[in-house]
Antibody, heavy 119, light 111 residues
């Protein structure tokens, strides 16, 4: 089955850090840009970050710029999101989603991993 | 606050058509044909329904169609069915200092 698998979510305290992983299973993502999208409880999706296939281009939402770092290891078919200085506003389900190689839309999504920031 | 604007809810009876609007700016919806639409059921992963304004992925019903005029994109669901009751989000590539933006979502209710 073609899928993306996220891991690394959990319960952390405000100010702490966490790293999420996204691995392609049955799918090679090294040729595609990959995104992180989060969805807070009861809210719509919020785009968080994008990394191009060779890490040449990286983008962040204003809400996470300076605190989150996206990276990838194509040899491991994986993308990562390192999150620092977490606050309650970062509590959400975090999805990784593959960008279509010839356009700008997210065609394959993982099932998500939950991040809860609470004291 | 989302950069794209959608109505909070739309409703229709089975068999009717409903249209959801998604209004952006000349930096996103108006500038690029990179508007996509996602369907989401509660607790589920968003599902791609329309990409590049008016293209359907394989497996998506032909009852779903997309269009764009100026800074506003639209998703139309024809022949409304009970299983269409869900939240729908538009998204666009943007030339601003980010990459993608989403709308706040529209709840479709089948009466």
């Amino acid at each position: 089955e073609v899928q993306l698998v996220e891991s690394g979510g959990g319960l952390v305290k405000p100010g702490e850090s966490l790293t999420l992983s996204c691995e392609g299973s049955g799918i090679i993502i090294s040729s595609n840009s990959v995104n992180w999208v989060r969805q807070a409880p009861g809210k719509g999706p919020e785009w968080v970050s994008t990394i191009s296939s060779r890490s040449s281009f990286i983008y962040y939402a204003d809400s996470v710029r300076g605190r989150f770092t996206i990276s990838r290891d194509n040899a491991k078919n994986s993308v990562y999101l390192h999150m620092n200085s977490l606050t309650a506003e970062d509590t959400a389900v975090y999805y990784c989603a593959r960008d279509h190689s010839r356009s700008a839309y997210m065609d394959v999504w993982g099932k998500g991993t939950t991040v809860t920031v609470s004291s | 606050q989302s950069a794209l604007t959608q109505p909070a809810s739309v409703s229709g009876s089975p068999g009717q058509s409903v249209t959801i609007s998604c209004t952006g700016t000349s930096a996103d919806v108006g500038a690029f044909n990179y508007v996509s639409w996602y369907q989401q059921y509660p607790g589920k992963v968003p599902k791609l329904m329309i990409y590049d304004v008016n293209n359907r992925p394989s497996g998506v019903s032909i009852r779903f169609s997309g269009s764009k005029s100026g800074n506003t994109a639209s998703l139309t669901i024809s022949g409304l069915q009970p299983e269409d009751e869900a939240d729908y989000y538009c998204s666009s590539y943007t030339s601003s200092n980010t990459y993608y933006i989403f709308g706040p979502g529209t709840r479709v209710t089948v009466l």
